[in-house]
């Protein structure tokens, strides 16, 4: 399900095509419910927990017979893995640096997946946001990235994962789409023979009615 109601998505919509309406660059935004399935993390979890849930049993009935002891861990690694399927408990165990890593290749993989990659002036700009992980990557061709190199991402980036924060997800994505909008208009300005060549519509889950 996706972060966005229907009126949001076409609120972020609507501001997509103002912004393409007087640059040449091609803003899409995308969103996926989570960047990776982590079931390395989960199986590593039901791994640990369950020879832990063993070894109490072993400590406290010291005289339950091994099959017992087997089945405490199978069941107990059992929940486990169902627990850490629910997302408040798989976002609390990720480490920073796995998530960002898992959500980083997602957004690269999303860039190619949606033809941000291949406009004319090489001017379009993913705006990526990975709900589980509570992480947003923005990429941008070159054409607009060395416009505003690294730390302009970054402040953008921070824009965005502030409202998220606050629940004004929408907010977020059209203040950063229309910051965009503000340095394509200066140094990609729309030509007159430019067209819309990717689609201004959400990209992903299906939207909330």
């Given amino acids: 399900m996706s972060m966005f109601s229907k009126a949001e998505a076409d609120r972020i919509a609507a501001t997509v095509g103002e912004v393409e309406a007087r640059t040449a660059g091609e803003i899409v935004v995308a969103e996926v419910p989570q960047s990776d399935d982590y079931a390395d993390v989960r199986l590593w979890l039901t791994i640990l927990v369950g020879l832990c849930a063993a070894s109490a049993a072993h400590v406290v009935w010291p005289s339950l017979e091994v099959g017992y002891v087997l089945a405490i861990q199978v069941a107990v690694g059992a929940v486990a893995w169902l627990a850490a399927s629910t997302a408040p408990v798989l976002r609390a165990l990720l ?3 796995l ?83 503000e340095t394509l208009a200066r140094d990609a300005p729309v030509r007159d023979d430019d067209t819309n060549e990717l689609p201004n519509e959400v990209r992903g889950p299906s939207i909330r009615r």
């Avoid at 998530?99 to 993989?109: F, K, N, Y």
């Avoid at 991402?153 to 924060?165: M, P, Q």
């Avoid at 997800?169 to 789409?177: E, R």
């Fill in 95 to 97: 480490p920073r640096a």
């Fill in 99 to 181: 998530a960002q890593r898992r959500v980083g290749s997602a957004a690269e993989l999303s860039f190619f997946e949606h033809g941000v990659y291949a406009t004319r002036d090489r001017t379009g700009v993913l705006i990526f946001l990975s709900a589980l992980e509570h992480r947003v990557v923005i990429l941008g061709d070159e054409g607009i990235h060395q416009r505003l190199q690294d730390p302009g991402w970054g402040e953008l980036v921070s824009v965005l994962i502030a409202a998220i924060k606050q629940g004004r997800a929408a907010d977020g994505v059209c203040d950063v789409v229309t910051r965009l909008g």
